[in-house]
């Protein structure tokens, strides 16, 4: 009997399935991070790209955030930092680059890492047809919080915010700075770890950002990191111990405030990294 020839083994291991080639207009995304990111990092932002119709908003960003810090992000009108900060959140996706949050990525883990952030972007659509309360305790029952444990973090948010007075009012009558105000609630109600702060204190009066400086700065004390994006180079001065200079989708400079502002203030600085003063100049039919 004559034995059946066995099919020869191919001694090299089996290969995995290429991807299809992109189009030339097929956008790209992030590939699976090589290794997990240092969770002593409250951020971790790594080559993060993005571009709008042939406009590069963000251009291979790097940036890491530690625990427990006051990070400040200044930048001109249209630097990207609104951008940057929604990639990193898991609001917008990047063309490439990778983002985590204390050691969990945004695109591989995307729920964890979610529940460890509170975000404040700028022009956040709320459920304005909900009173202040109702906002609060229904984003705490999104957070999968018992019912009494977000009623009772709702009336203190509403006190901090100054708007106990407003808690049965929709959120659609609010004044600019009352939408400020509430958002900030929304997104502490939960105690994240990290809170992401697109200018939160824009329109918001004196008094209730004293107090709202105050809170960050007691949080920040107990362990969280915040980050703010913020016009002020005052208010980033007195309040972060750590900032970065973004122009034109790139971080100019990073580091704590000292490292970053050298021997002179933070504007002085900013101005010389980014450009654009004008001096000198005036309009002739201005003056009288």
């Given amino acids: 009997m004559i034995p059946q020839s066995q099919p020869s083994q191919d001694p090299r291991p089996p290969q995995s399935p290429q991807p299809p080639a992109l189009g030339a207009g097929a956008p790209r995304f992030p590939e699976p991070a090589a290794a997990a990111s240092d969770p002593a990092w409250a951020l971790d932002l790594q ?28 930048g001109p009108n249209g630097a990207g930092k609104t951008t940057l900060l929604s990639l990193a959140t898991g609001l917008l996706r990047p063309e490439s680059g990778s983002a985590h949050i204390l050691g969990k990525s945004v695109w ?83 105690a ?55 122009a034109q989708g790139r971080i100019l400079r990073a580091g704590t405030l000292d490292e970053v502002r050298g021997e002179r203030d933070l504007e002085s600085t900013f101005i010389d990294l980014v450009g654009g003063r004008h001096t000198g100049e005036s309009l002739t039919w201005l003056q009288h």
């Fill in 108 to 190: 591989e883990n995307p729920q964890e890492a979610k529940q460890l952030v509170g975000i404040m972007p700028d022009g956040l659509r709320l459920f304005d047809r909900l009173t202040a309360r109702q906002l609060l305790e229904y984003t705490g029952r999104l957070r999968s919080m018992r019912k009494e444990i977000a009623s009772e973090r709702a009336s203190d948010l509403l006190r901090l915010m100054d708007l106990e007075n407003t808690g049965g009012k929709m959120v659609a009558d609010f004044s600019a700075g009352m939408t400020k105000k509430i958002t900030l609630a929304a997104a502490l109600i939960h």
């Fill in 47 to 74: 080559r993060l790209f993005r571009s709008f119709n042939g406009q590069v908003a963000v251009d291979h960003v790097t940036l890491q955030v530690p625990t427990s810090s006051f990070y400040g992000l200044v």
């Fill in 192 to 246: 994240p770890r990290l809170l992401v702060l697109d200018e939160p204190f824009e329109a918001v009066d004196p008094v209730s950002a004293a107090n709202i400086r105050d809170a960050l700065t007691s949080y920040v004390a107990g362990g969280g990191t915040v980050i703010v994006s913020s016009h002020s180079m005052d208010l980033v001065q007195r309040m972060c111990d750590h900032v970065a200079i973004m």
